[in-house]
Nanobody
């Protein structure tokens, strides 16, 4: 199974940008659909964005991130990125990447998860 490690989080001011990385090892990234989730204190985990394993089609599940966040993948580098622009305090959360083998993007169970990276947006 693939192992995932997120990085790139941090403390930024509103309006700033961050690029999160999800590095994969132990598997062929091209076989996995990758999704980004986030969880804020006291809130349920929510799916943010997803990129299909085969077509590379992308989906954004949170209305407020559409037009601000971009998910992309580089299978050769075994990396999935989440570019986040115009960040607001409401984007503050722990961000996780998750992988599912052979399935298209979905909101169900993902088999493989990273440990998460904290994003804090505050002035």
């Amino acid at each position: 199974q693939v192992q995932l490690v997120e990085s790139g989080g941090g403390l930024v001011q509103p309006g700033s940008s961050l690029r999160l990385s999800c590095a994969a090892s132990g598997g062929t990234l091209a076989d996995y659909t990758i999704a980004w989730f986030r969880q804020s204190p006291g809130k349920e985990r929510e799916a943010v964005a997803c990129i299909n394993h085969d077509s590379g089609a992308t989906y954004y599940f949170v209305g407020s991130v559409k037009g601000r966040f971009t998910i992309s993948r580089d299978n050769a580098k075994k990396m999935v990125l989440l570019q986040m622009n115009s960040l607001t305090p409401e984007d503050t959360a722990v961000y996780y990447c998750a992988a599912d083998w052979g399935r298209s993007c979905h909101l169900g169970h993902y088999d493989n998860w990273g440990q998460g990276t904290q994003v804090t947006v505050s002035s």
